[in-house]
């Protein structure tokens, strides 16, 4: 359908949705229901100018730049089967997540307030064995924090505390690598994940969550395996 005033928005069931992109509303009601808002009639959080619902569920970045981002992150993480599985429960939730782009942050992380991850696509890590961690990978550690938060909300807030003593070595039975005393479980187990991915991708895997130090790359893929006496580039 051609109209500038239209937005053809289609859902997993293959129900056809209209939106005004003039109005920031849906022509119908919202077929996520009240997950994201208790006005069913809302469009892309009246952000139609910066935002686009392709689903009819799930919001995501619209400017060209950041579309261009979006898609350049999730096909290069899409070859991990482990992140693959995960993003697809996101996509397939009734509850919506937003991906931020913010280039001025050194925290990629997931709010589940607001159920939102902040990413900064320059962000990469420098490992202490010189190796180079892409900015993407953050994104995939950031989607394994929202898959379980969708899983099990009370589950996923316990896991946010931070142990007081004792040293955790076991996750769901799997023995982690080296703990930070200040890892909390929900960060052992996106860590594990994140391992996992990291395997599959052949990138750098970190230790434990505060291991790295930031640099700024020019790619959100870019990632290098380097040496104890060389930096990787």
Known sequence: ????????????????????????????TDPAGYADDMNMYTYVQDD????????????????????????????YMSKSSTFTKEFKQLQASPKVYEMKVDRNTND???????????YNPTDALRLPN????????????EVDHAKRDDENHGQFKK???????????????VETATVNFSDSPDELKAMSAEGKMARELGEPQRSNHSEGVHEKVDDPTKHCTGTSTNHCY
């Open 108 to 118: 990629t992380h997931y709010d589940d307030k607001n159920r939102t991850i902040t």
């Open 130 to 141: 010189r190796s180079l961690q892409s900015p993407a990978m953050g994104f995939g550690h």
């Open 1 to 28: 359908m051609k109209s500038r005033n239209l937005l053809l928005c289609t859902a997993a069931s293959a129900t056809v949705f209209f939106a005004s992109s003039a109005q920031a509303r849906f022509l119908q």
């Open 159 to 173: 896991d946010t505390v931070t142990p007081t003593e004792g040293e955790i070595k076991f996750i769901n039975g």
């Open 48 to 75: 139609p100018m910066d935002k686009m619902d392709p689903d009819g569920r799930t919001v995501v970045l619209a400017t060209p730049q950041e579309r261009e981002i979006y898609n350049k992150t999730i096909g």
